[in-house]
């Protein structure tokens, strides 16, 4: 039981993490100093999806479903949970790679935009 309620919040902890990937740019356009924790953080998602890493996170929630009893499942986060939501067809490389594109364009604006706030008169 604990095992399963483990894998539950490492669950959760990931979801947060790619959503702080994903968003966490737009938090600078209120906290200055949150670059300093989202740029590392989009560069470890940027490069998973465009290397076609796994993330260690993935390898620990599965540990604790085996170990709980369950069923672990091969594949990252995004394949086994993100993907099926959004796209009906298999991952495969390609598609990381968009994704992992389409992850560093979007906050490229958002940081682009950060600038241009951050330099206009108040």
Not at 37 to 44: K, N
Not at 51 to 62: M, Q, V
Not at 67 to 92: C, M, Q, R
């Amino acid at each position: 039981m604990i095992d399963r309620i483990l894998a539950d919040l490492v669950l959760l902890t990931h979801l947060a993490f790619i959503m702080f990937v994903v968003f966490g740019g737009l938090l600078a356009l209120r906290w200055r100093w949150m670059p300093w924790l989202h740029l590392p953080a989009l560069a470890w998602g940027a490069a998973i999806e465009l290397f076609g890493g796994i993330c260690p996170l993935t390898p620990l929630e599965n540990a604790l479903r085996r170990s709980s009893g369950e069923a672990g499942y091969h594949g990252g986060f995004v394949e086994h949970y993100l993907v099926p939501l959004i796209y009906p067809a298999e991952f495969d490389r390609e598609l990381g790679m968009a994704l992992g594109c389409a992850l560093l364009g979007f906050n490229g604006i958002v940081y682009l935009a950060v600038w241009w706030w951050g330099r206009a008169p108040r």
